[in-house]
């Protein structure tokens, strides 16, 4: 069981833990009703908890399904309705929480896999990536009803907004092996936050796992892992002693860049070095 912690954020003071009762995935903070809300998942349901964010008292536990897996959904809150968006990965649907009652209001089926979400205030839209296609749910925040499906690129992970500019970014990973492992090149979707229309798409180094908007200087912050590469043939180029070492199998030479501890170098060498082959930048760092 995964407690819910409350610290002071000028000195980092631990405040309060609270039991949820389950396994947590995402949450969202309601700063105009002063409410935390976060989806976690048991061993029989998947739940959203409200608490107080003064006192991270619990004030609402409320049941969303009963298909429980590994974590919790993702959250978004739209603040002017107090509602709350929470995905349901393991359903392909999309609940949405009364906050100040803990009231389930309505259910609505979305693209496969929600993984990442986003609400648009001003324009009162919400966004919901799905990471198995490449595509976005676009929903009216306040009826809960699916406006659209927006075609995006491969494996969409993560969205962020710029409420000024009335802009939505879709980090999409690309292409992936046949074992699913994500291999890049990446790419930013470019939405109408209105519309939810794709205006524009611009590739990324590496593979991107996340995205953010800084709206007071209007830019796009993408985390990505560096350069997998194609990973056909993994094992071939691996010298004798390293495969006998590491259980090599097509698609997991992501597991050289967690297990090594020459991690940093190899991250030096290989993004400065597109021309060579991923086995080879990691051969010159050894």
Known sequence: MSPFLSAEHKTGTLLRA??????????????????????VVTATDERVVVLDERGARLLHTTIIGRTPGKAGGAVAVDERSGQAFVTQPNSGRLSIIDTGRGALL????VVSGPYAIAAVARTGRIFVVGA????????????????????????PVGVG?????????????????????PVGPGSITVLDARSGAALDSRSVRGVPVAV??????????????????????????A?????????????????LLIRLK?????????PKTHDVAPHEAFQRSI
């Open 106 to 109: 309505r259910t609505s089926s």
């Open 161 to 181: 907004i710029d409420p000024r500019a009335d802009r939505v970014y879709v980090a999409c990973q690309g292409a992936a092996t046949t074992a699913g492992l």
């Open 212 to 237: 953010a908007v800084d709206p007071a200087t209007a830019r796009i912050v993408v985390a990505s892992r560096g350069g997998m590469g194609d990973s056909s043939g993994a094992a071939t180029w």
């Open 132 to 155: 198995n296609g490449a595509s976005v749910s676009v929903l009216d925040a306040g009826t809960g009803r699916l406006l659209r499906t927006v075609a995006v690129g491969p494996l």
């Open 262 to 270: 020459d991690v940093r170098l190899f991250a030096r060498v290989w």
């Open 239 to 255: 010298p004798g002693w390293l495969r006998r070492w590491l259980p090599f199998l097509p698609g997991f030479r992501w597991v």
């Open 18 to 39: 609270v039991a949820l009762g389950g396994h947590p995935g995402g949450l969202a903070v309601d700063s105009r009703r002063a409410r935390v809300i976060v989806a």
